[in-house]
Antibody, heavy 118, light 107 residues
Framework: QVQLQESGPGLVRPSQTLSLTCSVS??????????WTWIRQYPGRGLEWIGY???????YYNPSLRSRLSMSVDTSKNHFSLRLTSVTAADTAVYYC??????????WGQGILVTVSS | DIQMTQSPSSLSASVGDRVTITCRAS??????LGWYQQKPGKAPKRLIF???TLQSGVPSRFSGSGSGTEFTLTISSLQPEDFATYYC?????????FGGGTKVEIK
């Protein structure tokens, strides 16, 4: 059974950097074939695709976030990470990691609420 | 970005009702569309991918149809556990985009 688990701080100060990690079990990131993805959900419903990283380290980011976003992967630890710089209150959301094989997201983490506030 | 317009944004229905939710894409996306169900406090769960392929383990009362720009999710006989919010997702063009969601409530 594939499982994903997000971890990181639940509170980030404005202008600081949001850092999250997604730990994967039941599948090996290094085996390839999947796009390891971050998605966020704003309070009230809206879902936004943030971007993905492949096992090779190749990435594709949402253009709306590209200037502030970076992702990395550590295949030895079987996890991947997100860094979003210069956060504002508009970045407050539940952040999900998910697995994608170009047909949508078949496995999701449980999500982590990140609040941007001083 | 491809805009996904989902309708209605909410609906009230009774157990046993047939429910239809529509998603319209601003550009043609072939059949690269999925439907997701989300319950409060939980991550979305995929029900259908490639417009009409049922995810393993999902009850057959769920079905999807459409291609190009018009897509439909149908629940043939609404069950108590189906009261949730439903989203469509286009996975044809990056950035991937979701519909705004349809909340299915108990009448």
């Amino acid at each position: 059974q594939v499982q994903l688990q997000e971890s990181g701080p639940g509170l980030v100060r404005p202008s600081q950097t949001l850092s999250l990690t997604c730990s994967v079990s039941g599948d090996s990131i290094s085996s390839g074939g999947y796009f390891w993805t971050w998605i966020r959900q704003y309070p009230g419903r809206g879902l936004e695709w943030i971007g993905y990283i492949y096992s090779s380290g190749d990435t594709y980011y949402n253009p709306s976030l590209r200037s502030r976003l970076s992702m990395s992967v550590d295949t030895s630890k079987n996890h991947f990470s997100l860094r979003l710089t210069s956060v504002t209150a508009a970045d407050t959301a539940v952040y999900y990691c998910a697995r994608d094989r170009e047909s949508g997201f078949d496995y999701w983490g449980q999500g982590i609420l990140v609040t941007v506030s001083s | 970005d491809i805009q996904m317009t989902q309708s209605p944004s909410s609906l009230s229905a009774s157990v046993g009702d047939r429910v239809t939710i529509t998603c319209r894409a601003s550009l043609g996306i072939r059949n690269d569309l999925g439907w997701y169900q989300q319950k409060p406090g939980k991550a979305p769960k995929r029900l259908i991918f490639a417009a009409s392929t049922l995810q393993s383990g999902v009850p057959s009362r769920f079905s999807g149809s459409g291609s190009g720009t018009e897509f439909t999710l149908t629940i043939s006989s609404l069950q108590p556990e189906d009261f949730a919010t439903y989203y469509c997702l286009q996975h044809n063009t990056y950035p991937l985009t979701f519909g705004g969601g349809t909340k299915v409530e108990i009448k």
